[in-house]
């Protein structure tokens, strides 16, 4: 049986790599790792690749030690080299072409890809050949944090591993180890609702920003104070971040162009053009959506203290604000807001005028709660 650290927050993790290495049992060729970020599935990963590479060899306490030191030769770690992307180059070679040679000491090759949902179409199509028909010695571990943005292809030749969320103590104790102060640390966890990697986007670099703006935005609904346009904050940390992405795609265009022959060069320019677009729309879109997220979490926990349910608060480390904006407000038309904000971020999937999404929600929340 595996023994994953933490396994008591995973049982349905534990049960199916359990029951594939127990005696009889059949490991698949391909799984996928899908969860919060913070989850675990980094870990467990390699524990599985530990087990799989260390069964039926003349030394397995070896075998698993090399793996936890990253320096098995049948393993294979691909880490996306792109910020927000996993690049052809990331797999070709590593992994397609690897997974068709013989083991070098063990009886099997294990390959792990996280973030599995960053691939660009031209690398999926590609694995998707390793991933149908894999040599018998293969195992891919796919590990992803958004299971509904994985290719339907991908997705349906894989075993679905389950990683549940971790609960706000555990990830308030990570964030305490990045330096940021307990209540902060605290509140952050649970705003992220189990999302270990959304807790320290919201305690660290521009998170702070962007927290104040998804409050300044509720708060300015229910103080009649619209006119003021108080969206602003959320859309300059939406632009930091979207340039930043594009500083680092476009770095990597001039590198790949001074290598390119010249008769590439234009063909490269164009397929980044198009990658620029889309990592650019993904990494503003997922600031306002985290944005509104805290918006609609800070409205309930008006409702939550206008019901007398305040330890149910996210926001523990704003007490006094809280109990400040909930005093008259009525819980049944907090929960209505709420309503319009997870709208909105449902919208902003879609292709909408981000700025005026944000000021028509904050529009309708003004007419909704300062009446």
């Known amino acids: 049986m595996i023994e994953l650290p933490g396994a008591e927050h995973h049982p349905h993790a534990r049960a199916t790599l359990g029951a594939a290495l127990a005696p009889g049992g059949r490991p698949s060729h391909a799984y996928l790792f899908h969860g919060p970020s913070g989850s675990g599935k980094r870990t467990a990963a390699r524990a599985f ?26 393993l294979t770690w691909v880490v996306p080299s792109g910020a927000h992307e996993m690049l052809v180059g990331d797999v070709e070679e590593r992994v397609i072409a690897a997974a068709a040679l013989t083991p070098f000491e063990s009886t099997r090759r294990v390959f792990v890809l996280e973030r599995a949902d960053t691939l660009i179409e031209q690398a999926a199509n590609k694995l998707l050949k390793t991933l149908e028909e ?11 944090d958004r299971l509904g943005e994985m290719l339907p292809t991908i997705r349906s030749r894989c075993q679905l591993v389950r990683f549940d969320a971790l609960g706000p103590e555990r990830l308030a104790e990570r964030l305490g180890r990045h330096g940021v102060p307990p209540a902060q640390a605290d509140a952050c966890a649970r705003l992220a609702l189990g999302d270990g990697a959304q807790a320290l986007e919201l305690a660290l670099g521009d998170g702070p920003a962007l927290r104040a703006g998804g409050e300044a935005l509720a708060r300015a609904a229910l103080a009649g104070t619209v006119a003021t346009a108080p969206w602003g904050e959320l859309l300059s940390v939406r632009k930091r971040r979207g340039e930043a992405a594009v500083a680092e795609l476009e770095t990597r265009l001039a590198e790949e162009q001074a290598l390119a022959p010249t008769r590439e ?5 164009n397929e980044y053009a198009d990658r620029i677009r889309r990592t650019k729309r993904r990494v503003e879109t997922g600031a306002l959506d985290l944005g509104l997220q805290v918006a609609s979490l800070w409205l309930r926990d008006l409702a939550c203290v206008a019901w007398g349910a305040d330890e149910l608060v996210c926001n523990v480390d704003r007490a ?17 807001a709420v309503e319009h904000v997870e709208e909105t971020r449902r919208r902003l999937r879609s292709n909408v005028t981000e700025e005026l999404a944000l000021e028509t929600l904050a529009h309708r929340l003004e ?5």
């Open 49 to 74: 690749a530990a087990a799989l590479l260390a069964d039926d060899v003349a030394d397995p306490a070896g075998a698993r030690t090399r793996v936890e030191h990253g320096t098995h030769p049948d």
């Open 134 to 144: 894999p040599a018998s010695f293969v195992h891919l571990i796919l590990l992803t």
């Open 367 to 371: 007419a909704l709660l300062a009446a």
């Open 265 to 269: 060069r234009k063909r490269v320019e």
């Open 320 to 336: 006094e604000q809280l109990a400040q904006d909930a005093a008259g407000c009525d819980p049944q038309r907090l929960r209505v």
